[in-house]
C-alpha cells in the first residue's frame, strides 16, 4: 500500500473505527484551535484542551465553536499546562500531542522528564511528509527539525521512527534513502561512510521491516533515468518514501525549498517518544497544522 496524496491520507484516518484523542497543550491559540476544530468536524480527532481556560472560551466563542466548557483543563501557566499534557497521556486519557502557544522547550521538558515523561530510550526526531506535485508518491524528510548532527547509531534509530511511521499508515515495507552528494562510499565524507554502515546493518536485519539504501544522491533517489544512465540499480530509485538527511541543516532546507519552489504541502511531527508530538513553528499556516494532526492522527498505534 502508498499513499499518493495527503487526501488518501485524510480518507484512511476518517474510515478508521477508533478516532484519535489529541491533547493540547496550552490550547489558548487561535490558529491551533482552528485547525484541531477544523480536524474534529471532518470525524478525525477528538480534542482535549488543556491551558487558560478564560482564554480558551474567548477564542471558542470567536471562532463560534460549540464546546462543553467543563472538559477544559484549566492551568495556571505554561509549565503546569505540559506536565498536565504529559500526564493525561500517560493516564491514557489521550493518544498523542499538539503544541498550543507556549514555548517548544517548555513542552519537551516535560515530554523527556526522566520520572513523569515519554521517552522510550529511543532518539526522538522529526519527520515531515511532503506532498509534490512532480512526485508520484507522499515522500518523508528526516530529520530536519530535531537532532542536529547524528552519528550512524542515531540515524539507524531516525530510520526506525520514520519507518514506524510508515507502518502505522498502512506500509509494508517502505523503501529509504539515506542521501549524499555522491554514490560511492568516500572516507572523507561522513554522510556517505554513515550510509554504507546503514545499508549493511538493513542487509543484515538489524534495521527491519524496510529497504536502506545509500550511499545514493538526490537525482537518482527520484529519478529512475538518471540511475540508469549512471548504472545504478536499485528498488529505491525513484520510489523512495523516506529520505535521510545527513544533519538537521540539509534536512530544513530541503523541505523547505520544497514547499517554496516546487509547491510542496507539508505535515510534520516529533516523534520516537511513546506518542506523536506535533510541534509546527510559529509560521506554520493553519493547513499545515491540520495535515500535521492527520499525519500524527495515523501514526498512532
Not at 96 to 115: C, H, P, S, Y
Request: aromatic share 4%.
Amino acid at each position: 500500500m502508498e499513499l499518493k496524496n495527503f487526501q488518501e491520507l485524510i480518507a484512511k484516518v476518517q474510515n478508521s473505527d477508533n478516532k484519535k484523542r489529541v491533547a493540547v497543550a496550552a490550547a489558548h491559540d487561535e490558529h491551533t484551535l482552528e485547525a484541531v476544530f477544523r480536524a474534529s468536524n471532518d470525524k478525525l480527532v477528538t480534542p482535549v484542551l488543556i491551558g487558560d481556560k478564560v482564554k480558551i472560551t474567548e477564542i471558542l466563542h470567536k471562532l463560534s465553536i460549540q464546546f462543553d466548557e467543563d472538559k477544559i483543563v484549566n492551568t495556571e501557566n505554561d509549565t503546569e499546562a505540559a506536565e498536565k499534557t504529559v500526564e493525561l497521556i500517560n493516564e491514557g486519557k489521550a493518544d498523542f500531542i499538539m503544541k498550543g502557544k507556549l514555548q517548544t522547550a517548555d513542552l519537551l521538558k516535560a515530554v523527556v522528564n526522566k520520572e513523569k515523561g515519554l521517552r522510550t530510550g529511543n532518539v526522538m526526531s522529526h519527520v515531515a511528509i511532503l506532498e509534490i506535485p512532480a512526485y508520484h508518491k507522499l515522500i518523508a524528510v528526516t530529520d530536519g527539525g530535531m537532532m542536529m548532527y547524528p552519528n550512524a547509531e542515531e540515524k539507524k534509530q531516525i530510520i526506525e521512527n520514520a519507518v514506524n511511521v510508515f507502518l502505522n499508515m498502512g506500509y509494508e515495507c517502505p523503501k529509504v534513502a539515506v542521501l549524499a552528494a555522491v554514490e560511492t562510499v568516500n572516507p572523507k565524507m561522513p554522510e556517505a561512510v554513515d550510509a554504507d554502515i546503514l545499508k549493511k546493518m538493513n542487509e543484515n536485519g538489524e534495521i527491519k521491516n524496510c529497504i536502506v539504501e545509500g550511499p545514493i544522491s538526490v537525482d537518482l533517489t527520484f529519478n529512475r533515468e538518471s540511475a540508469k544512465i549512471k548504472g545504478y540499480e536499485s528498488p529505491v530509485t525513484g520510489e523512495a518514501d523516506i529520505l535521510i538527511a545527513p544533519n538537521i541543516t540539509t534536512g530544513n532546507i530541503m523541505s523547505k525549498a520544497l514547499l517554496e519552489f516546487a509547491g510542496g504541502t507539508m505535515a510534520g511531527m516529533i516523534v520516537g517518544a511513546k506518542v506523536p508530538v506535533v510541534l509546527t513553528s510559529r509560521g506554520a499556516t493553519s493547513e499545515e497544522k491540520y495535515l500535521s494532526l492527520v499525519l500524527s492522527a495515523s501514526a498512532v498505534k
